[in-house]
């Protein structure tokens, strides 16, 4: 994993201390939430083309409840690059890389068509920066949230159906999809 910016730390300083400063606001809001909110505003603030809608709703409120922990006891940034796709996109998506890559083979190394996509079912959720996808690797469970593929070090899917217990990592998204074989560790 590459090593951490050491302006990815100033801007989760400046967030946090943002925060700090939006909870008198957010307290008057939502006292019982008031953390949540401070966190959620400071966050928009941070990344403000992060778009959160689609997710499913338990997606959604594990990735809030993780990032607002992350924030609030870790000073750690988590934002989203990308959450749902809409499956045209997603088509899109996968059409261009088979295009730049020569086959859907080799495509699904990193990207999968809509019907096999987390992101079409929004449960996928992609973060930066690297700290904060660290951060969620090592406490994502405790959210259901979990890292999937070895070769995508940003891609975390809920799955709150695992118990507890990380699914196995594929090595890319293609792996174990289209006949795939899929190899135990």
Request: proline share 9%; net charge positive.
């Amino acid at each position: 994993m590459i090593p951490a910016r050491p302006r990815d730390r100033l801007y989760a300083v400046l967030t946090l201390v943002l925060a700090v400063f939006l909870l008198p606001a957010a307290f008057l809001r939502r006292p019982g939430r008031a953390r949540e909110l401070a966190c959620r505003w400071a966050l928009r603030m941070r990344f403000p083309a992060e778009d959160l809608t689609g997710l499913t709703d338990g997606a959604l409120a594990a990735f809030t409840a993780a990032r607002t922990r992350a924030l609030w006891r870790h000073g750690q940034l988590i934002g989203l690059t990308s959450g749902y796709r809409d499956p045209a996109v997603q088509q899109r998506m996968f059409d261009e890389e088979v295009r730049r890559s020569g086959s859907p083979a080799s495509a699904r190394m990193l990207v999968l068509p809509p019907a096999q996509s987390g992101h079409v079912k929004g449960v996928a959720l992609d973060v930066r920066p690297h700290e904060g996808a660290r951060w969620l690797e090592e406490h994502g469970a405790r959210y259901d949230l979990y890292r999937i593929y070895d070769n995508e070090w940003w891609h975390f899917e809920y799955r709150p159906d695992s118990g507890g217990r990380p699914p196995r990592r594929l090595p890319h998204p293609g792996a174990g999809h289209a006949g795939e074989a899929v190899t135990q560790p």
